[in-house]
């Protein structure tokens, strides 16, 4: 029996926690790290890796997923960094929740989202609102992400689609919110939400029995709908985990929805130079996806 096959959040998890460590390491002034031999170099010096081995490279595209050691070794340079790669936000791609372990995992939280979503001791989480979503939106950890998509679940469980579809639509509306206050999900962003939105739907029932559901697509408000300088990061994000050869196979036929102006913008960005002539076509640098292309943004104001 073989191994079984990593999913596509194996990836993601490596890839934030090794974007948190870089992020940290960075802000220690002491060291002034700048690039990523200075960040590799750190990483060794508390390790019981040869840097000859270059695993710690791999890790940087979710490649492998670091072992026991290496956690401890990094979370003694780095606080907290394990709490990043042992979300259990990770674990949600082939998880089915029942009432008892959605209730364990609300209880998890951090306190701050926790006082707003489960009291001590109950077994129920608290009465929610619109208003209450939003304020576990605006914090900046993963468990901003995870106790919506908790309470989301609960209303699966407890047949109550104004829940689900209240908390799809905290989600949908927050999604630049997260990327802004949740740095270390600069690139694994592209993974998550493509989890996190085929799992999560709007739903309606007309007539009393015939259900409507819409898929909230993630990607086509990234082109439509977010701010420029928020959506361009992303879309270089994305293109440059899918030129990783094993990682463009995970985005094989993913949707790339955009406007002919952020494409000129990209194509410029990604220019080659070769033989004298500049290479600009923009489906070259993603040949696995498919482009739809926009007409506009609605925030179409670059930087």
Not at 67 to 79: G, V
Not at 124 to 151: E, G, R, T, W
Request: hydrophobic residues 35%; charged residues 25%; aromatic residues 14%.
């Amino acid at each position: 029996m073989g191994r079984r096959a990593r999913g596509i959040l194996e990836y993601a998890k490596t890839i934030t926690w090794y974007d948190y460590l870089f992020n940290e390491a960075k802000k220690l002034k002491k060291l002034k790290i700048t690039n990523e031999y200075q960040f590799y170099k750190f990483m060794y010096s508390n390790s019981i890796y040869s840097p000859e081995a270059k695993l710690f490279k791999k890790y940087k595209f979710g490649l492998s997923t670091p072992q026991k050691s290496w956690k401890e070794s990094t979370e003694e340079l780095i606080p907290s960094a394990t709490d990043i790669i042992e979300h259990p936000i990770w674990n949600i791609e082939n998880l089915e929740f029942n009432s008892d372990k959605l209730i364990s995992e609300m209880h998890n939280l951090t306190l701050g989202i926790r006082e707003h979503v489960i009291c001590e001791g109950v077994y129920s989480p608290q009465p929610v609102s619109y208003s209450i979503l939003k304020k576990i939106s605006a914090f900046h950890n993963l468990d901003a992400i995870y106790a919506i998509y908790l309470l989301y679940q609960w209303g699966l469980i407890i047949n109550n689609y104004q829940l689900c579809n209240c908390c799809a639509e905290t989600l949908e509306k927050n999604l630049e919110k997260f990327l802004s206050n949740i740095s270390y999900l600069h690139r694994s962003h592209i993974f998550l939400f493509d989890i996190i939105f085929n799992k999560i739907k709007k739903m309606n029932y007309k007539d009393l029995t015939i259900a409507e559901v819409t898929n909230i697509n993630w990607r086509k408000l990234r082109g439509t709908d977010w701010k420029s300088n928020i959506r361009m990061h992303s879309y270089i994000s994305e293109y440059n985990l899918s030129r990783n050869s094993i990682i463009s196979k995970k985005l094989k036929n993913k949707e790339i929805f955009i406007s002919v102006s952020d494409s000129l913008i990209l194509n410029a960005k990604f220019s080659t130079v070769s033989n004298g002539e500049i290479t600009i076509n923009y489906n070259d640098f993603f040949p696995t996806h498919n482009i739809l292309h926009i007409l506009s943004n609605k925030n179409n104001t670059h930087d």
